[in-house]
């Protein structure tokens, strides 16, 4: 499927072969020939470490249970650590900075598809 949408021959005719390199802005534009397309860069993926490492716990409480449960016992188990973690999940997420870069990968996502 990416071979028939180009997207292997972009890859691989410029030597990409490492997310540094990509973050660099290593991608060949596909639309202009000779310039490169500008990856995420590092410090976007650095930013959202740093906001994260407030809601660390509660981050980790919610990887422990499944969204799926199999019984009624571990559904318990899911609601119960929702509904701890539920108010510094919700302060956090909340914060316009979360809204800011989803629109950024929302408007990136647009870009990405208007070049095809």
Known sequence: ?????????????????SLKKFRNGALPDPVVPG?????PKDSHAQATKTW???????LTALSRVSSK?????SYRR?????LATYDAMWAEVSKK???????RLYCGKQRVVASF
Do not use: C, Y
Request: aromatic fraction near 8%.
């Open 78 to 82: 899911f609601a119960d650590t929702v």
């Open 52 to 58: 994260l490492a407030k809601v660390k716990p509660q």
């Open 1 to 17: 499927m990416m071979h028939d949408a180009g997207m292997l021959g972009v890859l691989t005719e410029e030597g990409v072969t």
């Open 97 to 103: 900075r979360w809204a800011n870069a989803k629109f």
């Open 35 to 39: 310039n490169f397309i500008a990856g």
């Open 69 to 73: 449960p199999s019984s009624l016992a």
